[in-house]
Nanobody, 121 residues
Framework: QAQLAESGGGLVQPGGSLRLSCVAS????????MGWFRQSPGKEREFVAS????????HYADSVKGRFTISRDNANNILYLQMNRLKVEDTGVYSC??????????????WGQGTQVTVSS
C-alpha cells in the first residue's frame, strides 16, 4: 500500500492561507483517488476533499467549499491542499489518504501521519 508524508502545516491567522503537500510512494500514485482529512482533539476525523486519479474531478466538504482547493501532480507523486481564508474552525491535524479506487468517492486504505494546522489570532 501507499506510504504518505504530509508537510506544510503551521500557525496562521484567521483569513490567512497555507498549502499542504503529501508525497506518496509505494503505490502507482496516478492510478488512485486521493483525499485530505482533518481531526481536532476530541472529535472524529472529518473528510475535507478528494480528487480522482487524473485530477480532473474533485469533491469538497461543504465547510471548505470555495476556500480550499485539492490538486495533484502525478508526475511527482504529490497531493496538494491549498487552503485560503482560513478560519479558527479549520484547526486540526490534516492527513492525506490514498484510495482503494480511482474516483473521488473511493474508500481509503492508507494514511499519512498528518501535519498540524493551527488557525489562531
Amino acid at each position: 500500500q501507499a506510504q504518505l508524508a504530509e508537510s506544510g502545516g503551521g500557525l496562521v491567522q484567521p483569513g490567512g492561507s497555507l498549502r499542504l503537500s503529501c508525497v506518496a510512494s509505494g503505490r502507482t500514485f496516478s492510478n488512485y483517488g486521493m483525499g485530505w482529512f482533518r481531526q481536532s482533539p476530541g472529535k472524529e476525523r472529518e473528510f475535507v476533499a478528494s480528487i480522482n486519479y487524473s485530477g480532473r474531478s474533485t469533491h469538497y466538504a461543504d465547510s471548505v467549499k470555495g476556500r480550499f482547493t485539492i490538486s495533484r501532480d502525478n508526475a511527482n507523486n504529490i497531493l496538494y491542499l491549498q487552503m485560503n481564508r482560513l478560519k479558527v474552525e479549520d484547526t486540526g491535524v490534516y492527513s492525506c489518504a490514498s484510495g482503494q479506487g480511482a474516483t473521488v468517492f473511493t474508500t481509503f486504505d492508507a494514511w499519512g501521519q498528518g501535519t498540524q494546522v493551527t488557525v489562531s489570532s
